[in-house]
């Protein structure tokens, strides 16, 4: 089985945030493999599905970003996964807008979702998409690298002018995705990086 996390901050007041990229990725995927999220365990909305005979649980923390290892610990031990088994789905600051980075293991590159997750399982070793969402300038066009800029700027919604990059992301990661169920991180990371 393979666990597919998706970030982002639960409730509707945070639905179409910068940091619920992971969330939105998610649901696309969701919706086009007919998995509906059915189910809450370990401090998750769950659904299950089957691609290519591969099971597949895909996990929306019900946590804070900043929390979400909380959840993910849990159903890794739940489920008794190898963590190679474990997708995580994430925003980047540090990556243009709608552009896609797939990677096998790392840090956390700042990510505060992606600390907890890595304290939570005492590991880097394991494959997550990071998806870009750009970083806040300054009004002189610099990037903005402040605390309270970041803190904004990731709990702001997109861009109207955004819109469609984000789209045209949300249905890459989900082809992304299911080359990383059936060929493996190292064929969606030759593919799509």
Do not use: W
């Not at 998706?6 to 493999?33: D, E, K, T, V």
């Not at 591969?54 to 031990?77: W, Y």
């Not at 890459?172 to 030759?190: F, H, I, P, R």
């Amino acid at each position: 089985m393979k666990i597919i996390v998706g970030l982002g901050n639960p409730g509707r007041g945070h639905a179409r945030n910068r940091h619920n990229i992971g969330f939105l990725c998610l649901n696309y995927f969701a919706r086009a493999q007919a998995i509906e999220f059915k189910h809450r365990e370990c401090h998750a909305r769950t659904g299950s599905g089957k691609i290519d005979g591969e099971e597949i649980l895909l996990a929306k923390p019900g946590t804070f970003v900043n929390c979400s290892g909380k959840a993910v610990k849990g159903l890794v031990d739940k489920y008794r996964i190898a963590l190679s088994d474990l997708l995580v789905v994430c925003d980047d600051l540090d990556l243009p807008l709608g552009k896609i980075r797939v990677r096998a293991g790392g840090g956390s590159g700042g990510h505060n979702g992606m600390k907890s997750i890595l304290s939570a399982l005492g590991s880097t070793d394991f494959p997550r998409v990071r998806v870009g969402i750009g970083r806040p300038v300054t009004p002189d066009g610099v990037p903005d690298f402040s605390e309270d800029a970041v803190v904004g700027y990731v709990l702001s919604g997109f861009l109207h002018q955004e819109e469609d990059a984000v789209a045209l992301a949300v249905a890459s990661v989900a082809e992304v995705l299911k080359c990383m169920v059936v060929q493996g991180v190292e064929t969606a990371m030759n593919i799509f990086n």
